[in-house]
């Protein structure tokens, strides 16, 4: 990482712009088009003159980019900032804003200090943006580097345990023509799951279960388990393990997916950064690292645990069922 004085000052204030922007839809409604500061004040309900500011701002970010008094999309934005296009991250951006405040508390968060609660961006947050939001996330390159990672070869049926917008299920059901997916989750997000497969020809064999993924059954003689984004904290992993292993058929396969640290704490960044980010909102969780997690699996009855960098964001971690 280079690291730069001008880089360290600034660098909350683009955060904040970015959110701006974002939340204003800038990046949308400039689309494929070029136009100017007013037309997209008027379409977005801004002030001309307040919103220039932010645009060109914006263009010294290198997001947009200005000619003769228009404003344009980078390549950067079209292909990042543009929603509906396949990797927009519009949404996580919203969960990041949603999330802003706690942050700001983190000093007094490490000091151990009482935080007030006051109106937070998070509150704002529902079950279905947090869903889209971590979709966005996944499709940045985590769902294609799992299909390419894992051998699913004979398997049937899969469960996918907290499975969210079912990215991951439908990125292997499109690989394994023959394996059959069960999304495990709460009915906001399974809504959106519905919602974002109806489009692919594999969305029959993608069915949908609300379950309370740490009291409920998994299922019965499932050939694999896919938990990915879910077991982060120590007081859940042993139950969702559990349910994991009671519904395996002998030698059935369990696959995790998370953005784990490694056993020093430090490294990969993001998965250190991802620690922060969890005991911001409650400092009192403990957090599983990729060495817990493997412990946990042998705990939970599990052999030939491996843990395997996925991408320089995450790991996966695979086991069997004897």
């Known amino acids: ?58 263009v010294g970010m290198d997001l947009i980019k200005l000619n003769g008094g228009k404003y344009t999309n980078t390549h950067f934005s079209q292909i990042y900032l543009i929603e509906g296009t396949p990797r927009y991250l519009g949404d996580f951006i919203n969960i990041l804003y949603g999330e802003s405040l706690e942050w700001l508390n983190l000093a007094k968060t490490i000091k151990g200090d009482e935080i007030q609660n006051g109106s937070s961006p998070l509150a704002e947050l529902d079950a279905q943006t947090f869903t889209r939001g971590m979709d966005n996330l996944g499709a940045q390159g985590e769902a294609e580097a799992m299909r390419n990672a894992v051998d699913l070869l004979g398997c049937r049926e899969m469960v996918d345990v907290g499975g969210g917008s079912g990215l991951y299920s439908r990125v292997l059901c499109q690989k394994y023509p023959g394996l059959t997916a069960t999304i495990l989750d709460r009915k906001p997000a399974l809504e959106i799951a519905q919602e974002l497969n109806s489009s692919f020809d594999i969305r029959d064999r993608i069915r949908y279960k609300e379950a309370d993924i740490t009291q409920d059954s998994f299922g019965e003689n499932v050939d694999v388990v896919l938990i990915s984004d879910v077991i982060y904290d120590k007081i859940n992993v042993d139950k969702v393990l559990k349910n994991a292993f009671a519904c395996l058929k002998p030698n059935g396969k369990i696959i995790i997916r998370g953005y784990y640290s490694d056993p020093d704490g430090a490294n990969p960044l993001f998965g250190a950064l991802f620690v922060l980010n969890m005991i911001t909102s409650d400092p009192s969780r403990e957090i599983v690292t990729i060495t817990s997690l493997q412990d946990h699996l042998r705990t939970s009855g599990f052999t030939g645990v491996k843990a395997i960098p996925l991408t320089e964001y995450s790991w996966y971690v695979e086991a069997r069922k004897p």
Do not use: D, Q
Request: charged share 15%; aromatic share 6%.
């Open 1 to 58: 990482m280079i690291l730069s004085p001008s880089g360290l000052i600034t660098a909350p204030w683009k955060v904040y712009i970015l959110f701006a922007a974002v939340r204003l839809n800038v990046f949308t409604i400039i689309g494929e088009r070029e136009v100017t500061a007013p037309e997209i004040a008027n379409e977005c309900g801004a002030v001309p003159k307040l919103l220039e500011h932010l645009l060109n701002a914006c």
